[in-house]
């Protein structure tokens, strides 16, 4: 049977765009090379149709099927389990932009296309694409499509969900729904397009989608500000929303120790105020996109920042003079996930609380897990604009990072979890379950949504072969 189904697979794709010998690891491993897989063999469909074929032959043959777009994921989503049965669809070779519907601010695009490709494409026109991550140079928009991904523009933008028309999706069975309409209303029953993103390739496969444009604004700033707590920096998001309105496209906190990784592991980077005696806990940063002008912009940013300088909220801060200087501050920030790994292994959280309840989470959690686990570093930053934070957990200085991961990650993991369940939170904001968190979505989701999930499971796939033991436990 595994020779005829591969032989079928070659006639389908051809026979060099099925994989089964050499070095696979960009396919069974994880991006975070925490899991190594093994897989039947590595499809690379080009198109709806071939796709399709391919579903079909795996599904006659009962062989499970794992959708992969750029493996760039964090929740093991993407990943072939260690059996050697399943199938990787690598969908990297649909990377073709179908359409751009200037009028209607919209672009069809093929779920292969690399996230950067989109916002040049987007630009060249003259328009905006806003979905912007850290992983934005190699994954792909069925990726992003099928975990939801968020990144540092949602507080203005939305996720991935809120910028998506329509799809087309290989079901299960190997049919072809085209739902590719560049509708902004349609109310027409069920809205299956909401059911598969998010769905991480469990429910069939993203082949194309429909996504929202926007006009360029006419300027963008950017400022960077130390606050004396979080509670502060929530003070200052809403100071934001009050003056900037529609503007505030981004909103970052950071926590200093967060910075003296960057610091310490990249000392090229300037890192404004964090290097000082008595440095400020939490910094923040904030852009603000302007439709009228530059100078417009920079009067509503510099009137935020004197209201928040009298208000107590903010201790001192700086707005970049130019582009070069925006993206260098975007980079401090965006460097410190490296910073990190270059301290060493790390215990990842990737939560989703109120922005009005983070305050006390943080001061309830941060003296938790001190307690707890005596010496341990916090890592936290994120978008504090959207509720999302990397609340992370270093090893005690001087510690065996990865005996520390060993014997104290599971613990460490409740003790975050259930601090996030007491303040009504979600312990996946932007990076989905996968297969990493599968066990944790069976303790902290409700009894009833895991009983319809299973529901709509078992009714699009009821022979279980969509990227099985993902999301919903085997």
């Not at 429909?210 to 003070?235: G, N």
Request: hydrophobic share 45%; net charge negative.
């Amino acid at each position: 049977m595994t020779t005829a189904l591969l032989d079928s697979l070659r006639q389908i794709v051809g026979a060099a765009h099925v994989l089964t010998d050499g070095d696979l690891t960009a396919y069974e491993q994880d991006w975070r090379k925490r899991v190594r897989g093994k897989a039947l063999a590595v499809v690379r469909a080009a198109s709806t149709a071939e796709v399709a074929a391919v579903v079909k032959a795996c599904a006659a043959a009962g062989s499970p099927m794992v959708p992969q777009g750029g493996n760039t994921g964090l929740s093991v989503g993407s990943t072939p389990d260690g059996s050697g049965t399943q199938v990787v669809l690598s969908l990297t070779r649909m990377n073709q932009v179908r359409a751009i519907d200037r009028d209607n601010l919209t672009m069809t695009v093929e779920a292969g296309c690399i996230l950067q490709s989109l916002q040049e494409t987007a630009d060249k026109e003259g328009l905006l694409f806003p979905l912007s991550l850290a992983a934005e140079g190699s994954c792909t928009i069925g990726g992003n499509l099928g975990t939801n991904a968020g990144g540092t523009q949602v507080v203005r933008y939305g996720n991935t969900r809120e910028l998506c028309l329509g799809l087309e999706v290989v079901t299960p069975q190997g049919e072809v729904w085209d739902g590719l309409s560049g509708l902004r209303k349609d109310n027409t029953g069920y809205d299956l397009r909401d059911l598969f993103i998010g769905s991480e390739g469990t429910l069939g496969v993203i082949t194309a989608a429909t996504m929202k444009l926007f006009p360029q604004p006419a300027a963008r700033l950017t400022a960077w500000a130390a606050v004396p707590s979080m509670q502060a920096a929530v003070r200052l998001l809403g100071l934001a929303h009050q003056h900037l309105g529609a503007g505030l496209t981004g909103f970052e906190v950071m926590g200093q120790f967060a910075l003296s990784l960057v610091i310490k592991h990249m000392p090229q980077l300037r890192v404004p105020f964090a290097g000082l005696d008595g440095a400020p806990p939490y910094y923040v940063l904030l852009e603000n996109s302007d439709s009228e002008s530059e100078e417009h912009a920079r009067e509503r940013f510099e009137a935020l920042l004197e209201f928040a300088f009298e208000d107590g909220c903010v201790l001192d801060a700086v707005v970049a003079e130019s582009l070069s200087q925006a993206h260098e501050l975007w980079h401090i920030r965006e460097s410190i996930p490296l910073a990190q790994a270059e301290e060493g292994l790390n215990i990842k959280h990737d939560i989703s609380i109120a922005a009005s309840r983070i305050p006390a989470f943080v001061e309830h959690t941060d003296a938790l897990l001190a307690r707890e686990i005596p010496g341990v570093r916090l890592v936290n930053f994120g978008h504090l604009g959207d509720g999302n934070l990397h609340y992370n957990v270093q090893a005690p200085e001087g510690g065996d990072a990865r005996e520390f991961l060993r014997t104290q990650e599971e613990r460490v993991n409740q003790l975050v979890y259930d601090a996030v369940a007491l303040f009504k939170g979600s312990f996946s904001a932007e990076h989905g379950v996968g297969v990493l968190k599968a066990d944790k979505l069976a303790h902290y989701k409700s009894p009833v949504a895991l009983s319809m999930m299973r529901a709509i499971k078992q009714a699009l796939d009821p022979l279980g072969l969509m990227n099985p033991g993902c999301i919903l436990q085997k």
